[in-house]
């Protein structure tokens, strides 16, 4: 790895980062979007971590290549990435991205009021609605894969607090889900550090014992993190704080989209919200997602929900990375 050079537009949804690399990535190999996902693991992989890492990125950096789809309705496919892997889907990059593929003119034509834009994600297709004045760009909706409740009730004996009970839902990727009082914190005085440890912890216990399955492809079965509540899961109070602590204990500091559409699912699988009853969720700094099930449908020999996600991005730079060929540090570290 010498001399790389890597272009990158710099967006945000909520806080939460998105480098949208635009020039610079190798030809990846791979018929399918999950293979090209595969080859660049395995290949590529320092690509991610100069990326990602510093002293480019920070340990809560978010990333997002710009493929070629292999699903044909699709208008570009998206591989997303962070600091541990790749992820299957993220509905904060998705609603930047629904802006960015409108303004660059990644779609054929932006149209008032809204422009569709449909992204493959590695989880499948989802369909976004991008808000467009006849000038600018703005909100975007979104309706991700099918989303469910895959087991209620999972016990985890997380080391010094005792046998907690979670939820896994699945939207888009596989979440643990809790009211963060269930563990002694609050989502408003607890520290962040505190927070995320403990999100952390509970993913890193559950992941050994939970069998997942996804009835698309086993590629998508897998903990991707957690999510404290603040335990407003019925629709008497319409908005409800949450935190997802992802990948290896990454803070969103947006509501994150595909946890609200895994938190929507089991609230509807719960009996705790309706069909098209929209429910505000509101994320570490403050920034607020809509969502609500607009569908039911099934996946596999799950039931299961469609659920409309809508938020904001906003454009926050442009980049060119570059790398000597002597800078060995410059290839990426992390301070932990
Ligand atoms: O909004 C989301 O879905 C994503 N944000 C970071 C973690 C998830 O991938």
Do not use: W
Not at 37 to 61: A, C, Q, S
Not at 63 to 89: L, Q, R, W
Not at 251 to 265: E, F, Q
């Amino acid at each position: 790895m010498d001399d790389i050079k890597i272009d990158t537009v710099e967006m945000h949804t909520g806080g939460e980062p998105l480098r949208i690399v635009t020039a610079g990535l190798p030809v990846l190999h791979g018929e399918t979007l999950l293979e090209k996902r595969r080859y660049l693991r395995d290949n590529l992989d320092h690509i991610r971590k100069f990326l990602i890492f510093e002293p480019r990125g920070h340990y809560d950096m978010y990333g997002v290549y710009i493929v070629e789809p292999d699903m044909k309705d699709a208008d570009f496919g998206c591989i997303f990435f962070h600091n541990e892997g790749y992820s299957t889907m993220c509905g904060h990059a998705v609603i930047a991205l629904g802006r960015y593929a409108v303004d660059r003119g990644l779609v054929q034509k932006a149209t008032a009021p809204e422009t569709r834009v449909v992204m493959q994600c590695p989880c499948g297709l989802v369909e976004a609605f991008v808000e467009y004045d006849g000038e600018k760009t703005g909100s975007v909706r979104f309706n991700s894969v099918p989303a469910f409740l895959f087991q209620k009730d999972v016990e985890v004996d997380v080391a010094g607090r005792g046998n907690i009970l979670v939820d896994v839902g699945y939207g888009g990727a596989f979440y643990a889900l809790l009211p963060v009082d269930r563990l002694g914190l609050s989502l408003a005085k607890s520290s962040v550090q505190e927070l995320k440890q403990a999100a952390g912890l509970i993913t890193e216990t559950l992941k050994p014992s939970l069998q997942l399955r996804h009835p698309d492809n086993a590629d998508l079965a897998f903990l991707y993190g957690t999510i404290l509540t603040d335990g407003n899961d019925a629709g008497n109070s319409p908005e409800s704080a949450n935190m997802c602590v992802f990948a290896d204990k990454e803070v969103d500091r947006s509501p994150c989209g595909s946890g609200v559409t895994a938190r929507i699912a089991q609230h509807f699988q719960r009996g705790l919200v309706q069909l098209n009853e929209t429910r505000v969720f509101r994320g570490p700094t403050g920034s607020k997602f809509k969502a609500k099930a607009v569908k039911q449908v099934t996946c596999g020999s799950h039931d299961a929900v469609i659920v409309e996600v809508s938020g904001q991005g906003h454009y926050s730079g442009t980049c060119s990375f570059t790398l000597e060929a002597d800078d060995s540090i410059g290839k990426g570290f992390l301070l932990k």
